[in-house]
Nanobody, 125 residues
């Protein structure tokens, strides 16, 4: 079955960096667009970034544009999110997800079908 396992979360000071990874298994990783989302308790899950199957087209929420970089290594079945210049408001549980076939380039949560369990990221001053 499809499995997505995030790792790399932790505590970081404002202005610092963190690299998240998401290992996929149980599906053809290279055939699925992917995305990163984050969620704070009591709030809706929000999109952070997305990437197409080859990795040469990426798209970001305005709140992270210029600070975060999404990438993928299809040979390793792994998705990444490099987070730089972190802010307090970047705190949350981060999830990776697979986009439904035909729904690439959308950052709506309804466009994604499989989700990982999440990894917690906490930025502090």
């Amino acid at each position: 079955q499809v499995q997505l396992a995030e790792s790399g979360g932790g505590s970081v000071q404002v202005g610092g960096s963190l690299l998240l990874s998401c290992k996929g298994s149980g599906f053809t990783f290279s055939s699925r667009c992917m995305g990163w989302f984050r969620q704070i308790p009591g709030q809706e899950r929000e999109a952070v970034a997305g990437i197409n199957v080859s990795g040469d087209n990426t798209y970001y929420d305005d709140s992270v544009e210029g600070r975060f970089t999404i990438s993928r290594d299809n040979a390793k079945n792994t998705l990444y999110l490099q987070m730089n210049s972190m802010k307090l408001e970047d705190t949350g549980m981060y999830f990776c997800a697979t986009a439904r076939p035909g729904y690439c380039y959308s950052l709506q949560t309804s466009s994604f079908d499989y989700w990982g369990q999440g990894t917690q990221v906490t930025a502090s001053s």
